[in-house]
């Protein structure tokens, strides 16, 4: 049977909501609701690392990962209260580069995020595009970033986001050599647990003004709903 995985990837939880880009901005309301909708749906969701330390069955199953991009300080203040308020495991993509300037979360936020169960996953140094970059400033980016949160959380980290979703086949064999076990993209779709690749995990996009059933559906299926007045 099959054993699939849906990501869901989100970047600010902002009190108001901006009209900025409505796949980068959720309100803390509306998170809330997202969040209470697919509880009650009985989704099972799972952090990064207990996905896949997952032993498939022979029952079909579907887990569903919650990840923020980036390490925006407006995750400590709205989204994590919500994810413990739920029991939520989720993963949190930090930008080392980025600890403590305005608008971000501080390194003590991130120590103790990951103390109370928040899964801290890599997003480089600076968040460049890392295929317009030479072997070794990738390498730099991607080696370096791991580095610096585990020596700040004092564990391993396993879990890599590529910036913007960008990529290219050194990248790939970069993140696997740095010790990495996963690696998302911006790619839409189902990951099945057998036969994924690992290091290019498919993940959809929150969205400002998504109705209930095209929350549900992208839980489910990993795509957006196709175009329905829904
Ligand atoms: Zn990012």
Redo the contacts with the bound molecule.
């Keep these: 049977m099959d054993n699939l995985f849906t990501i869901i990837g989100y ?1 600010h939880v902002t009190e108001f909501l901006l009209p900025i880009s409505k796949k980068l901005y959720i309100s803390v309301a509306d998170f809330e609701k997202e969040m209470d909708l697919l509880v009650g749906q009985g989704i099972e969701f799972k952090g990064l690392k207990e996905v896949q330390n997952y032993k498939p069955s022979t029952q079909k199953s579907l887990q569903t990962v919650l990840t923020f ?2 390490g925006y300080s407006n995750f400590y203040h709205h989204a994590f209260p919500i994810l413990r308020r739920y029991q939520l495991p989720a993963v949190l ?1 930090v ?1 080392t580069e980025e600890l403590g300037q305005p608008d971000y979360c501080t390194r003590e936020m991130v120590k103790e995020m990951h103390k109370k169960g928040i899964e801290i996953g890599a ?1 480089t140094l600076n ?1 460049f595009k890392l295929s317009t970059l030479t072997q070794e400033e990738q390498w730099k980016e991607i080696y370096n970033s791991k580095r610096l949160l585990e020596e700040l959380i004092d564990d391993e980290v396993t879990s890599f ?1 590529y ?2 979703g960008d990529y290219d086949e050194t990248t790939v064999k970069l993140v696997q050599k740095a010790g990495f076990h996963n690696a998302v993209t911006t790619e839409i779709g189902l990951n099945h647990h057998q036969k994924c690749d690992w290091f290019r995990l498919a993940r959809v996009a929150s969205e400002a003004d998504d109705t209930k059933k095209r929350i549900i559906y992208k839980a489910v299926n990993g795509v957006y709903l196709p175009n329905t007045n829904l």
């Design positions: 970047h991009d980036d993509y930008i997003h968040h986001c910036p913007y």
